[in-house]
C-alpha cells in the first residue's frame, strides 16, 4: 500500500524568510503532483512533477523530485502573505491511461508578518 | 467557460436518507474521480471511472454509489449505509496527457442532521 508523507504538518514562517517542505512516499512512483488549498476551498494545481531530477517554479514556490529517494522538496523564498494556505503532495499509481493519486495529509503554512 | 461544477455547496442528510452530489464537466475529460476530506486529512479515494459506464471503488467506497451513463457526468450518492458522511466531497476529471493532472470541482459539503 502506498503511504504519502508531509511534513511538518504545520508551519509558521515569518514573512521574507525562506523555508523547505517535504514529501516522502514509500513505493516506487515517477510522478508526483503538489496542490494548494485555501481555507473553505477546493485543490488548485501547482506542479507536476514528471521524472527523477524535475524541478518546477512558480514565484516564489520551487518544487523537486527524487525518485530514487521517494523524496519532494517545495521550496518557498521570502515567504508572504499570500502563500498562506494547506499544500499537499499526491503521488500516482499508474491505472491504465489517467491517473489515481494517493494524497498527504497535508502541510498549513501560515506566514506572519 | 470551461471547468468542473458541483451541486449544492452545502448538503444537509437525515438519518437513514440517500443523497446524491452532483459533479458534471464540460472539459472532455475521460476519467472523473470522488474524493472524501476530512479535516485536518488529506483526500481519500472513493471511485472513479475511466470511461463512461465504467466505475471502479476507491480506497473507502463502502456506504457509497455511483454511475458513469454521461461522459460529462459523474454523480455519487452517499447511501445510509455510510454511518459518517459528514465531510467536504470534491470531484475531479483528467484526461489521459503525459501530465495526467487531476482538476478538481469546488466541492460539496454534506453535513448531518
Known amino acids: 500500500e502506498l503511504k504519502v508523507e508531509q511534513n511538518p504538518l504545520f508551519l509558521s514562517m515569518q514573512e521574507g524568510k525562506n523555508y523547505t517542505i517535504y514529501c516522502n512516499y514509500s513505493?516506487?512512483?515517477?510522478?508526483l503532483y503538489w496542490y494548494r488549498q485555501d481555507p473553505g476551498k477546493s485543490l488548485e494545481s501547482l506542479f507536476v512533477?514528471?521524472?527523477?531530477?524535475a524541478v518546477k517554479q512558480e514565484g516564489r514556490l520551487m518544487a523537486s523530485l527524487d525518485t530514487k529517494a521517494r523524496l519532494s522538496t517545495l521550496h518557498i523564498t521570502a515567504a508572504v502573505h499570500d502563500l498562506s494556505a494547506t499544500y499537499f503532495c499526491?503521488?500516482?499509481?499508474?491505472?491504465?491511461?489517467?491517473?489515481?493519486?494517493?494524497f498527504g495529509k497535508g502541510i498549513t503554512l501560515s506566514v506572519r508578518p | 467557460d470551461g471547468g468542473i461544477t458541483q451541486s449544492p455547496k452545502y448538503l444537509f442528510r437525515k438519518e437513514g436518507q440517500n443523497v446524491t452530489l452532483s459533479c458534471e464537466q464540460n472539459?472532455?475529460?475521460?476519467?472523473m474521480y470522488w474524493y472524501r476530506q476530512d479535516p485536518g486529512q488529506g483526500l481519500r479515494l472513493i471511485y472513479y471511472?475511466?470511461?463512461?459506464?465504467?466505475?471502479q471503488k476507491g480506497d473507502i467506497a463502502e456506504g457509497y454509489s455511483v454511475s458513469r451513463e454521461k461522459k460529462e457526468s459523474f454523480p455519487l450518492t452517499v447511501t445510509s449505509a455510510q454511518k459518517n458522511p459528514t465531510a467536504f466531497y470534491l470531484c475531479?476529471?483528467?484526461?489521459?496527457?503525459?501530465?495526467?493532472?487531476?482538476?478538481f470541482g469546488p466541492g460539496t459539503r454534506l453535513l448531518v442532521l
Open positions: 475531479a476529471s483528467s484526461i489521459p496527457t503525459f501530465s495526467k493532472t487531476q482538476y
Open positions: 513505493t516506487t512512483s515517477d510522478r
Open positions: 512533477l514528471l521524472s527523477n531530477g
Open positions: 499526491a503521488v500516482d499509481i499508474p491505472t491504465g491511461a489517467n491517473s489515481k493519486l494517493t
Open positions: 472539459l472532455n475529460h475521460d476519467a
Open positions: 471511472s475511466q470511461i463512461v459506464n465504467d466505475f
